[in-house]
């Protein structure tokens, strides 16, 4: 139980540290607001999906032992296993450079980590959507 306790809470931090970054770390001092882009599902969807997948392998693996219960070292992951949660920290980590902020100059979007951000001045801005969540 402590296990699962301890999982669910390391997805959930995966979730919300991102979000914290892109608040309080990232942006400069002088911004008014900030928040992730694409909705941040680039960040929020691959540690779900990662742990989801990991609960299939070790659902799979209790299917197929005969002792219960079958401890996580017991599963045993393959290249494809590999591919796919390496493609899910790949999405992750790019999901968490992808961010935006607002200061008194103007809006600045930062896409990916190693791009340079795209500031425009609050004469280029004709629209922009901002969803502010209470925290």
């Not at 607001?33 to 779900?48: E, K, N, Q």
């Not at 979007?109 to 791009?115: E, T, V």
Request: glycine share 6%.
């Amino acid at each position: 139980m402590l296990r699962l306790i301890s999982f669910i809470a390391s997805v959930f931090l995966l979730v919300i540290g991102p979000l914290e970054l892109m608040r309080h770390v990232l942006p400069p001092d002088d911004r008014l607001l900030s928040g992730p882009l694409y909705r941040g599902w680039l960040f929020i969807t691959p540690p779900f999906l990662a742990a989801f997948y990991l609960a299939l392998r070790l659902s799979y693996a209790r299917s197929k032992s005969k002792t219960s219960p079958v401890p996580l070292s017991a599963v045993k992951l393959s290249s494809l296993s590999y591919l796919i949660l390496g493609c899910a920290a790949a999405v992750y980590i790019f999901g968490v450079g992808a961010y935006w902020f607002v200061s008194p100059s103007g809006l600045t979007i930062h896409r990916y980590w190693f791009a340079s951000p795209m500031t425009y001045s609050w004469d280029e801005v004709t629209r922009r959507n901002v969803v502010c969540y209470i925290g």
